[in-house]
């Protein structure tokens, strides 16, 4: 029989977890300062050092945790781009084989993904010419988004919903459901709902097959 014991490796597994949450909710704190803060003073007057104090830690932990302001941009718009909610909406999308609910469901989602994320999109719009990093950040927040909405584009071609090439229909896409157009409808002052209504109205008009397209 075996006496050896396992205290130790228990206490020392759960130590390891108890600090892998902290290590999360440290790094979780520090990208809420740098967004708030990014957000109220611009990418060039939000020092490190302001978004520790914002933070609640040490200047040499932010380093250590995130890195400098061009790495904190950069985990800013990756956590916007990699949000769990946008493949969750992307695998609803790529089931559905109505062209309009699939439109009504990328007006839905578009709208609750920029909404999570408006205050680090308008913080890339803003400063894109503040930084090259911030330059980086913007451009591939585009990139990953129209990649989304390409792939939403050959969908919809596959199922024959649409009477344009997948090239085309992505770009329409992209001018009712991108940022510019969310922005827009912000502007105005429609509630997030009543946006992505009419926009998946206007987009349905702007791309899915009519009877008259079928007979010819």
């Not at 770009?171 to 992505?196: N, P």
């Amino acid at each position: 029989m075996c006496y050896c014991h396992h205290d130790g490796m228990a206490k020392r597994t759960y130590r390891s977890k108890v600090r892998t949450v902290a290590a999360g909710q440290t790094h979780t704190a520090i990208l809420r300062a740098a967004e708030e803060l990014f957000a109220e003073r611009g990418y060039a007057r939000a020092t490190v050092s302001a978004i520790a104090d914002r933070a609640g830690v040490a200047l040499n932990t932010v380093y250590t945790s995130v890195g400098g302001k061009p790495a904190l941009v950069e985990a800013l718009a990756r956590e916007g781009t990699e949000d769990e909610e946008i493949q969750t909406a992307l695998a609803a999308l790529l089931a559905t084989t109505d062209g309009s609910e699939v439109l009504r469901l990328t007006a839905e989602s578009t709208g609750e993904i920029t909404r999570r994320h408006e205050r680090v999109l308008n913080f890339l719009r803003d400063n894109a010419t503040a930084d090259p990093a911030v330059a980086a950040a913007a451009e591939h927040a585009v990139e990953r988004y129209r990649e989304r909405l390409t792939l939403i584009a050959d969908h919809l071609v596959t199922l024959r919903a649409v009477h344009l090439d997948s090239v085309r229909t992505e770009q329409i896409l992209w001018f009712y459901f991108g940022q510019g157009a969310w922005r827009t409808v912000r502007e105005f002052g429609w509630a997030w709902a009543d946006g992505a209504v009419w926009l998946a109205a206007q987009a349905a008009d702007a791309l899915l097959r009519t009877p008259t397209d079928d007979d010819g």
